[in-house]
């Protein structure tokens, strides 16, 4: 299948990488002429498992770089528009990237072309694209519009597409579905999975996806209610998490107890600062913006997002609590990125802290395996980069975990203890245990768990015991 791909970042480089894996001819086209040319020289712009070795297998071969939209729609079947939907002020979806895409489209068709939104889109975008597409209800050559919403996490992007749990296409037409059949087929019939140069599947991914064809109006409104729906887990087992903290309860306990049942399900239950990144917080807002515009009241939205916003609040709170008084204090920080496994700092939590503490006249030095280059962007000298992560606690009157690194849960405690100035760990993301923060005698400090004071007395009981 002959395909083009506009927009070179998270979602479309992502995509085209992987459709050429399975074996399409791709062509990924972007207007930003430097990240093509850095594409073309073998950079891989952003920080994927997996994604250097596909890019690396088939640049060049089956996957090609251009700035030419028009000439790579020309030679294409099928084109995914995949350029970014940023939200307004309003929460509203900036849709001016797509609309922009399309105009150019529309003076490339030469044939018929099945056009797909790849893009995050509120619902009823597909019309407007195929209106566009036809100004007058007349168009200029035959073509059909098809949502194909993604749904990948930053750091597993590769394998969430090539074992995904569900495909979801929505489509009118008939030929368009039988032409994404086609495009998906590998997946579908498990017959990509069974190559010796497949990407290895991940042990939880389900032996064959689910490919569910509904109507593009239907597809549109997965995606947003999907992430809605797990930014509300998220919210809702930090809402939770308070309240154990309120009441001497354990959140991780109270989390395995709820994630047991088969109902609800363990994922999106863990504790912290709350959520971020690109998706979560943009399409609840998206979402809430397009439920408004159509007269329909959504109030769990806004309380989705209020949770979420308070959750770094409390946070910060803490730091208070444990310090005394927090301005002029040195504060080491580990983590930088939404969430581990990624370079992503938009809407991060771990960002959005540390711009508050700098509010406060702190002096922070930070550290993240993959996203410092990107961190630096934001705050650029406001804060001081370490080389590694007890380099950022030399002399720190306390140490802040921001982002769950599963590499900062297998620090030397002996050493944290030794290069801070004082024996203090605030833990946003749960990433240490209390018994052995206890053991190693810190005062720690983390999300719905009971305070550590309590849990020394307990520890103590056990050995006079003993």
Same mark, same amino acid.
């Given at each position: 299948?002959?395909?083009?791909?506009?927009?070179?970042?998270?979602?479309?480089?992502?995509?085209?990488?992987?459709?050429?894996?399975?074996?399409?001819?791709?062509?990924?086209?972007?207007?930003?002429?430097?990240?093509?040319?850095?594409?073309?020289?073998?950079?891989?712009?952003?920080?994927?498992?997996?994604?250097?070795?596909?890019?690396?297998? @088939?640049?060049?071969?089956?996957?090609?770089?251009?700035?030419?939209?028009?000439?790579?729609?020309?030679?294409?079947?099928?084109?995914?528009?995949?350029?970014?939907?940023?939200?307004?002020?309003?929460?509203?979806?900036?849709?001016?990237?797509?609309?922009?895409?399309?105009?150019?489209?529309?003076?490339?068709?030469?044939?018929?072309?099945?056009?797909?939104?790849?893009?995050?889109?509120?619902?009823?975008?597909?019309?407007?694209?195929?209106?566009?597409?036809?100004?007058?209800?007349?168009?200029?050559?035959?073509?059909?519009?098809?949502?194909?919403?993604?749904?990948?996490?930053?750091?597993?992007?590769?394998?969430?597409?090539?074992?995904?749990?569900?495909?979801?296409?929505?489509?009118?037409?008939?030929?368009?579905?039988?032409?994404?059949?086609?495009?998906?087929?590998?997946?579908?019939?498990?017959?990509?999975?069974?190559?010796?140069?497949?990407?290895?599947?991940?042990? =939880?991914?389900?032996?064959?996806?689910?490919?569910?064809?509904?109507?593009?109006?239907?597809?549109?409104?997965?995606? @947003?209610?999907?992430?809605?729906?797990?930014?509300?887990?998220?919210?809702?087992?930090?809402?939770?998490?308070?309240?154990?903290?309120?009441?001497?309860?354990?959140?991780?306990?109270?989390? !395995?107890?709820?994630?047991?049942?088969?109902?609800?399900? =363990?994922?999106?239950?863990?504790?912290?600062?709350?959520?971020?990144?690109?998706?979560? =917080?943009?399409?609840?807002?998206?979402?809430?913006?397009?439920?408004?515009?159509? *007269?329909?009241?959504?109030?769990?939205?806004?309380?989705?997002?209020?949770?979420?916003?308070?959750?770094?609040? !409390?946070?910060?709170?803490?730091?208070?609590?444990?310090?005394?008084?927090?301005?002029?204090?040195?504060?080491?920080?580990?983590?930088?990125?939404?969430?581990? *496994?990624?370079?992503?700092?938009?809407?991060?939590?771990?960002?959005?802290?540390?711009?508050?503490?700098?509010?406060?006249?702190?002096?922070?030095?930070?550290?993240?395996?993959?996203?410092?280059?990107?961190?630096?962007?934001?705050?650029?000298?406001?804060?001081?980069?370490?080389?590694?992560?007890?380099?950022?606690?030399?002399?720190?009157?306390?140490?802040?975990?921001?982002?769950?690194?599963?590499?900062?849960?297998?620090?030397?405690?002996?050493?944290?203890?030794?290069?801070?100035?004082?024996?203090?760990?605030?833990?946003?993301?749960?990433?240490?245990?209390?018994?052995?923060?206890?053991?190693?005698?810190?005062?720690?400090?983390?999300?719905?768990? =009971?305070?550590?004071?309590?849990? !020394?007395?307990?520890?103590?009981?056990?050995?006079?015991?003993?």
């Amino acid at each position: 299948m002959q395909i083009s791909v506009i927009g070179s970042g998270y979602v479309g480089l992502v995509a085209a990488t992987c459709l050429a894996e399975l074996g399409h001819e791709v062509i990924c086209v972007d207007s930003d002429s430097a990240k093509i040319a850095a594409l073309n020289a073998g950079e891989t712009l952003i920080h994927e498992d997996y994604l250097q070795e596909l890019l690396s297998r @088939h640049r060049g071969n089956r996957l090609s770089f251009s700035t030419d939209l028009r000439a790579a729609a020309r030679n294409s079947v099928v084109v995914f528009i995949a350029v970014g939907t940023p939200s307004a002020e309003n929460g509203t979806v900036d849709l001016s990237c797509v609309e922009a895409v399309v105009h150019s489209l529309a003076e490339a068709m030469n044939g018929y072309k099945v056009i797909v939104e790849k893009s995050t889109v509120p619902v009823y975008t597909s019309e407007r694209v195929h209106n566009a597409l036809s100004p007058n209800g007349h168009a200029k050559a035959e073509f059909d519009v098809v949502s194909n919403p993604e749904f990948l996490r930053e750091g597993t992007a590769v394998t969430d597409f090539l074992y995904p749990d569900r495909i979801v296409v929505g489509s009118g037409s008939e030929r368009a579905a039988a032409i994404m059949r086609e495009i998906y087929a590998p997946l579908v019939d498990g017959s990509y999975a069974q190559l010796a140069s497949a990407v290895p599947k991940p042990e =939880p991914a389900r032996a064959i996806p689910m490919y569910i064809e509904t109507s593009p109006r239907s597809a549109e409104l997965i995606k @947003h209610a999907s992430n809605a729906y797990l930014a509300l887990k998220i919210s809702f087992i930090n809402a939770v998490a308070s309240f154990c903290e309120s009441v001497g309860a354990n959140i991780e306990e109270v989390s !395995r107890g709820i994630g047991s049942d088969s109902r609800i399900g =363990p994922e999106f239950l863990r504790a912290g600062i709350g959520y971020g990144g690109s998706c979560f =917080p943009k399409d609840v807002a998206a979402f809430r913006a397009v439920t408004h515009e159509f *007269g329909f009241e959504f109030p769990l939205l806004d309380e989705i997002k209020r949770i979420n916003d308070e959750q770094r609040i !409390r946070f910060i709170g803490k730091v208070r609590s444990a310090l005394g008084t927090i301005k002029g204090k040195k504060l080491a920080v580990l983590g930088l990125a939404f969430k581990d *496994g990624t370079d992503d700092v938009r809407e991060s939590p771990a960002i959005k802290v540390i711009e508050q503490l700098l509010k406060e006249k702190c002096q922070i030095t930070a550290f993240d395996p993959a996203a410092m280059d990107r961190a630096r962007q934001i705050l650029g000298s406001r804060i001081k980069y370490a080389a590694d992560a007890y380099a950022a606690m030399e002399g720190a009157d306390a140490l802040l975990i921001l982002t769950e690194w599963k590499e900062f849960a297998n620090l030397d405690l002996v050493r944290i203890k030794h290069v801070l100035r004082s024996p203090i760990v605030l833990d946003g993301r749960n990433v240490f245990s209390q018994a052995e923060m206890a053991e190693a005698g810190f005062s720690y400090f983390s999300v719905g768990r =009971p305070a550590l004071e309590a849990l !020394r007395s307990l520890l103590k009981k056990g050995q006079s015991a003993r």
